[in-house]
């Protein structure tokens, strides 16, 4: 089973940068796709940005040319590079993967445990 370990939130002022990772564990897996996404309080969670295996990329046009995924499936760790942060980036960022496992069927998704970012002055 795999286990997605999420690191690199705090707080910022505006106008800053932040880089979280986004580490998997287990064994017996493929990851296909992993992505980022955030929830703010009393908002739905939402999409930031996904990458592929081949490295191709989505992202929310709130972040488009702001924040950057990136990957490295030699050490299944996705990366969200965020730079020029504004306060309504504000969010927990949780982490999340879509690939197979051996033994079960179809496509497994999982989860981190999200890590908070804060922007304000």
């Known amino acids: 089973q795999v286990q997605l370990v999420e690191s690199g939130g705090g707080l910022v002022q505006p106008g800053g940068s932040l880089r979280l990772s986004c580490a998997a564990s287990g064994s017996g897996f493929t990851i296909y796709e992993m992505g980022w996404y955030r929830q703010a309080p009393g908002k739905q969670r939402e999409l930031v940005a996904t990458i592929t295996r081949s490295g191709s990329t989505n992202y929310a046009d709130s972040v488009k040319g702001r924040f950057t995924i990136s990957r490295d499936n030699a050490k299944n760790t996705a990366y969200l590079q965020m730079n020029s942060l504004k306060p309504e980036d504000a969010a927990v960022y949780y982490c999340?993967?879509?690939?197979?496992?051996?033994?079960?069927?179809?496509?497994?998704?999982?989860w981190g445990q999200g890590t908070q970012v804060n922007v304000s002055s």
């Open positions: 999340n993967s879509q690939g197979t496992e051996v033994g079960v069927v179809g496509v497994i998704f999982h």
